[in-house]
């Protein structure tokens, strides 16, 4: 750990107990109030994290905000900026693009849930991973622009992500998905949430970075998603991911809308990775079957064939790299998440079933428009119709209706992606 991480750290003790007196006019100056002083005129300091928070149950706060009513806005929590937790310098400057962000990406950092909650644990992490991407991935800084630590401490990823942030109108170019790196801003939280949740400090921290970076974007609350909703990857975690329904209703409620189930609850491609069971694998094999990856009789059971098949039409697809430094550890394993799912799950057009040999889009003749099932396809759809006793299926099947067929009812995860042009880098 740095000299300066620690001199932010006695630094953020102090303003703490501050803010537990209620002193809340009048902090000394320090990095509590830069934040504040970028954001509108008038708005209450903010202070910088407490002291480090204990364990404790659900109901204790995390370290964000100043719990005080605003004027205007969403209260803005305090956030560390890179230079705070001792960050390198970008190998090049990022790239700034002058559109706003449509959506925010939640991600684990795939790592050990560690039970220090301190600052210096927090710096720690955020320079762990920007050495990972920076040496390891031969990225350009940071990938993600917030980290967020077990103990609830928010920190600036990607050099500018704050400062653009605060703006409202730009966004840093990140390296957290490819495919999302402009349009979504990626947030890292520490930890793995496969079988774990996320500690309430983190959770609290999460919700309220969530809120702000909404407010000062416009984008919609309930425009929160996973990072498995775009990649084949089981980031955030089935715990995590499971909580972004809960996420999206209280994002809200913090930025004072209410939001129905309906907005709440997404209709998306399901992560499946060996050893699951069930109808949507049964589909995921037809429609392996019927794209040419899978020779076997589907049988609903994700076994070593399944993955094989999966990873080949990754492969095929250049989809099986890796692609998220902290998330790398599922590419190539063989996990049917939502960026294959599409390749399989093409629009197709039932009315035309019965039709043989049809594949898909291609037997359509129409660009983009729905294709002629191939009896395989037929098959998965009629698997997932039986396994939600589905009375009626839509006529054409779309990417919508797969998710929903999938899923179950809910709205669907849109598609869209980055401008063209933006790597991963
Ligand atoms: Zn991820």
Redesign the pocket.
């Known amino acids: 750990m740095d000299g300066a991480g620690r001199a932010w750290s006695r630094r953020g003790v102090l303003l703490g107990s501050l803010v537990a007196g209620a002193a809340l006019t009048g902090l000394p100056a320090g990095p509590g109030r830069a934040l504040a002083s970028t954001g509108a005129p008038g708005r209450a300091p903010v202070p910088p994290p407490g002291p480090p928070v204990a364990p404790g149950p659900p109901a204790v706060p995390g370290p964000v905000g100043d719990g005080l009513a605003h004027a205007e806005g969403v209260p803005a929590p305090y956030i560390a900026r890179c230079f705070e937790w001792g960050a390198r310098p970008p190998s090049s400057p990022p790239q700034i693009h002058d559109v706003r962000p449509i959506r925010i ?1 939640v ?2 950092t795939a790592g050990p849930n560690g039970t220090d909650y301190g600052v210096p644990a927090a710096h720690a992490l955020a320079r762990g991973i920007q050495r990972y991407h920076m040496d390891h991935n031969g990225w350009l800084d940071s990938g993600q622009h917030f980290t967020i630590s077990r103990g609830g401490h928010v920190m600036e990823g990607r050099l500018w992500s704050l400062g653009e942030l605060n703006r409202g109108r730009r966004v840093v170019e990140g390296a ?2 490819p495919g999302q790196n402009v349009i979504a801003i990626g947030i890292e939280n520490e930890g793995t949430y496969t079988g774990a949740t996320p500690t309430p400090m983190l959770w609290h921290s999460l919700r309220a970075t969530c809120a702000y970076i909404c407010d000062k974007y416009g984008i919609a609350p309930t425009e929160l998603y996973g ?1 498995r909703d775009f ?1 084949d ?1 089981l ?2 975690g089935d715990r995590l991911y499971a909580a972004l329904p809960r996420l999206r209703r209280e994002v809200a409620s913090l930025m004072g809308r209410r939001v129905s189930r309906t907005e709440v609850v997404r209709s998306g491609w399901p992560a499946l990775r060996g050893g699951d069971r069930g109808p949507a694998v049964e589909a995921a094999q037809y429609l392996l079957r019927d794209s040419g990856f899978y020779r076997g009789r589907p049988d609903g059971r994700y076994d070593a064939r399944t993955g094989a098949a999966v990873t080949a039409l990754q492969r095929a697809h250049r989809a099986g790299r890796p692609v ?1 430094g ?2 790398g550890a599922d590419a190539g394993t063989g996990v049917l998440g939502g960026l294959s799912w599409p390749l399989l799950a093409r629009p197709v057009r039932l009315g035309s079933a019965g039709v043989r040999g049809g594949r898909g889009a291609e037997g359509s003749g129409v660009p983009g428009g729905p294709g002629v099932p191939g009896d395989d396809v037929v098959r998965a759809v009629g698997v997932l119709a039986a396994a939600r006793n589905t009375e009626s299926v839509p006529d054409v099947v779309d990417g919508p209706a797969w998710q929903r067929l999938l899923s179950g009812p809910g709205t669907p995860v849109p598609g869209g992606g980055d401008p063209a042009g933006v790597a991963n880098r």
């Open positions: 990406l991600h684990h957290h998905s990072h990649r990857t980031c955030p998220c902290a998330c």
